[in-house]
Antibody
Framework: QVQLVQSGADVKKPGASVKVSCKASGYTFTTYAMHWVRQAPGQRLEWMGWINTGNGNTKFSQKFQGRVTITRDTSASTAYMELSSLRSEDTAVYYC?????????WGLGTMVTVSS | DIQMTQSPSSLSASVGDRVTITCRASQGISNYLAWFQQKPGKAPKSLIYAASVLQSGVPSKFSGSGSGTDFTLTISSLQPEDFATYYCQQYHTYPITFGQGTRLEIK
């Protein structure tokens, strides 16, 4: 069945970078764009950016511009989101979401904790 | 950025009730509006896109309406599994933005 499997939880120190993976299965990876959304504890969902999995083009929220990189490996049907210069406010669950009809399929989420 | 505001922020209802959640956009978004359900510790689940179209597999007890700036999500005949937090999302303009959520609790 269609699913997105994300990498496991991670703990980082302030100033470090984190890279989260999202492996797609059950469909042709390059047919659908992939978005990244995060949710800090008790907060609303926050869109970070997306990648055209076909040609690799990306677009990011201005809030994360310069700190976020989204890439993909089509041979592995996997998208990646890397966030740099981490601070405590980046502690959140990070989700990938397929852009079918809107965000139709979501990964289970990856908890990233930023703590010294 | 387009601000999405939901009301109410929380709502208490009983099993069997019908409830309506409202979402207002700070500017017109046509029908580029989606609704999601999220349970504690779980990923969001897509319910509705294009303001009123049910995602595949979503029961017809969920319905959406609206266009422009004002939208509603209605859930009929509430069951225990429907108690969750609901979010609206606009995908008309980047950055994509979400409402603050409506927490639906059992009375």
């Amino acid at each position: 069945q269609v699913q997105l499997v994300q990498s496991g939880a991670d703990v980082k120190k302030p100033g470090a970078s984190v890279k989260v993976s999202c492996k797609a299965s059950g469909y042709t990876f390059t047919t659908y764009a992939m978005h990244w959304v995060r949710q800090a504890p008790g907060q609303r969902l926050e869109w970070m950016g997306w990648i055209n999995t076909g040609n690799g083009n990306t677009k990011f929220s201005q809030k994360f511009q310069g700190r976020v990189t989204i890439t993909r490996d089509t041979s592995a049907s996997t998208a990646y989101m890397e966030l740099s210069s981490l601070r405590s406010e980046d502690t959140a669950v990070y989700y990938c979401a397929r852009e079918g009809h809107a965000f139709d399929i979501w990964g289970l989420g990856t908890m990233v904790t930023v703590s010294s | 950025d387009i601000q999405m505001t939901q009301s109410p922020s929380s709502l208490s209802a009983s099993v069997g009730d019908r409830v309506t959640i409202t979402c207002r956009a700070s500017q017109g978004i046509s029908n580029y509006l989606a609704w999601f359900q999220q349970k504690p510790g779980k990923a969001p689940k897509s319910l509705i896109y294009a303001a009123s179209v049910l995602q595949s597999g979503v029961p017809s007890k969920f319905s959406g309406s609206g266009s422009g700036t004002d939208f509603t999500l209605t859930i009929s005949s509430l069951q225990p599994e429907d108690f969750a937090t609901y979010y609206c999302q606009q995908y008309h303009t980047y950055p994509i933005t979400f409402g603050q959520g409506t927490r639906l609790e059992i009375k």
